[in-house]
């Protein structure tokens, strides 16, 4: 990310340079990347407290930040924003390396449930929809499908959830090329994401910065930790991971999303920017509590 902002600063990169970078990801990395791990998810009941995260946790953010909305008059391109950045979690980016160190290999696997039928899937469907609706795109209900059906990252989700019902894979050769292409969505992510970002002491956003991150680093897993483990009484380390996941900081495809829509790209680098290394003091306090 630091890379990224330091490229605002070389002539040779054009202003609009991370356009083509986001499109990368969208276009090879996320499809690489659901192509490589979707096939090989064993399908089950486990999965329903890991898939809740990403599901319970989006539609939770859109009703928290439309009320707002509503009460205080914002705009559709910042309640939009508002939504994708602080309704979906880096599960996978930050959450991997982090719930491995902390879980180890078993923890993995339930973060990958979060993850890819999870917060992907959210992502490219009610995500795209969010992202339509509150921008100046067409938002017909045609149009909101079309984007949904033709949009890579879906497509290869589609074409993955198909092999894994077949319980097919591709040959080792295919899944190296799938492994290396989805392991770029973190830098060139990263990169689009430095070269938006703009932090100005002055700006307006930072309320709305502030309220963002506080509801998906605390209001999100304090959901979650009540639902999960006061109320339904869930034990063991699929809930625990579960929680964890909540936590995370939001998602930079989030932010590649709201961007690439024009809702609010400096808000949504800000969310990034400033979140991701905010969430690892949070994610202290989560686990402690969840140690207790």
Known sequence: ???????????????????????????????????????????GIKLLYPLGIAWIGFLLAFIFFVVLAKIFGWSRKLTGCLILTAGLGNTSFVGFPVIEALYGKEG????????????????????????????????????????????????????????????????????????????TVTPVALIAVGMQLKIDRKSKHWG?????????????????????????????IETDVSVMEAAMAPMITATILASSH????????????????????????WYWILSL
């Open 262 to 285: 024009g809702l609010k790209p400096r808000l949504s680098g800000m969310m990034i920017g400033v979140g991701i290394p905010l969430s690892f003091i949070t994610l202290a306090f």
């Open 1 to 43: 990310m630091l890379a990224g902002v330091g490229l605002q600063k070389v002539k040779a990169f054009p202003p609009n340079a991370y356009v083509a970078l986001n499109q990368f990801v969208i276009h090879i990395s996320l499809p690489a990347l659901a192509l490589y791990y979707i096939p090989k998810i064993a399908v």
């Open 108 to 183: 993995l696997e339930t973060a990958i449930i979060v993850d890819q039928p999870g917060s992907f899937v959210v992502m490219a469907t009610l995500g795209i929809i969010v992202a339509a609706s509150y921008s100046r795109s067409a938002t017909g209900t045609a149009a909101m499908v079309k984007k949904i059906l033709l949009f890579p990252p879906f497509i290869a989700f589609f074409i993955g959830m198909t092999m894994n019902l077949l319980k097919y894979d591709f040959i080792n050769d295919v899944q190296s090329v799938l492994s290396r292409l989805g392991s």
């Open 208 to 236: 709305f910065l502030g309220l963002g991150l506080f509801f998906k680093l605390m209001i999100t897993p304090a959901f979650f930790y009540i639902l999960y483990k006061l109320i339904l009484k869930g034990e063991g």
